[in-house]
């Protein structure tokens, strides 16, 4: 597996990291922690050294598993969690915030058991709080920083002000925020301040929770239990609406042998060399095709035909109900 460096932090890890989210939480019942493990221990045998977890995911038993799972390779692992949310307060559909200091340093310690390590790699706010100002958040970071609980600071979803402000107090090694070929946002403002600042981009969902794998159409259900179903851009009308860009990317995979996630993936790799996406899965099969994209190289000509055609295609529908996207891009 390549590696890249997040930014100008210092911190290397492979060029494309594993979300593991989905192993315990909103894609259905949680999978079963036997071959979830076999899993991790397969990705870090095949080069992946970068592993993206949470205390809400669960809430608790995603980092759980983890600490369990990779504590035999600890030393060969990044480990990146992220704090932020008040567990157990509020309705799943609209979680409470906290990152009050206090809360950080609990949070912190609590992480720190469950992943069964002394050191955070990178420790993300998951969300910004509009009731704690971000220098505080920094500020307790860098604190936890010194004192060896944490070696890097990341944040996720926070617009290019909150980035300044908090980069102005602890430096920025990362910024974590969905991106892919149907989700492109963050280029009219957060791509140019992260190359401005030297702060690494993490990509999550950049295959569209599985949408530009070309395994889902208009014809697909969801469980209820499946976060995905709730969701604006996985209502049938707009999933046959943007069947198109599933298309493109299919036409360009065909003719690099290759199939359409793993050009969704190569195009990200392609945007900046201190991108590391971080697809997520629960099948072994699928992880290796995810991380064979990494040897997919698309040249001017291919990068060039897929934004002249992405460029005609109107992508339907939100990524989140409006109370989640509320809390995205402070």
Not at 93 to 99: E, H, I, M, V
């Amino acid at each position: 597996m390549q590696k890249r460096i997040l930014g100008k932090s210092g911190l290397e890890v492979s060029a494309l990291g594993l979300g593991c989210m989905g192993m315990s939480y909103s894609y259905g019942p949680p999978k079963d922690k036997a071959e979830m493990t076999a899993l991790l221990r397969g990705a870090v045998e095949r080069g992946v050294t970068l592993f993206d977890t949470a205390e809400v995911y669960g809430p608790f038993t995603n980092e759980e598993l983890l600490g369990e799972a990779l504590a035999p390779v600890r030393d060969r692992v990044v480990l990146a969690t992220k704090f932020g949310f008040a567990i157990g307060v509020g309705s799943r559909g609209a979680p409470s915030l906290n990152s009050r200091p206090e809360h950080i340093r609990a949070v912190a310690d609590a992480s720190l058991k469950r992943l069964k390590t002394d050191v955070i790699d990178l420790f993300y706010q998951h969300r910004v709080d509009p009731d704690v100002p971000i220098e505080d958040v920094a500020g307790t970071v860098g604190e936890l920083i010194r004192e060896g609980k944490v070696r890097h600071f990341g944040l996720s979803e926070a617009g290019v002000q909150t980035i300044r402000r908090a980069h102005a107090v602890q430096p920025v090694t990362a910024l974590q925020s969905e991106y892919s070929l149907w989700w492109r946002p963050l280029e009219a403002e957060v791509i140019p301040v992260l190359e401005e600042l030297g702060i690494g981009l993490v990509p999550y969902s950049p295959l569209g929770r599985g949408f530009l794998t070309g395994k889902i159409d208009a014809t697909t259900s969801f469980a209820s239990d499946d976060f995905r179903s709730g969701l604006p851009r996985f209502q049938p009308d707009a999933m046959r609406a943007n069947q198109a860009l599933v298309d493109l990317l299919g036409r360009i995979a065909a003719a690099r042998q290759a199939t359409p996630g793993q050009i969704a993936l190569a195009w990200l790799l392609a945007q900046k060399p201190w991108i590391v996406p971080i697809p997520g899965t629960t099948r072994l099969s699928r992880l290796e095709e995810n991380i064979a994209a990494a040897d997919v190289v698309l040249t001017p000509q291919d990068l060039g035909e897929i934004e002249d055609a992405a460029a005609k295609i109107a992508v339907e529908g939100n990524r989140y109900p409006e109370r989640l996207e509320a809390m995205t891009g402070r």
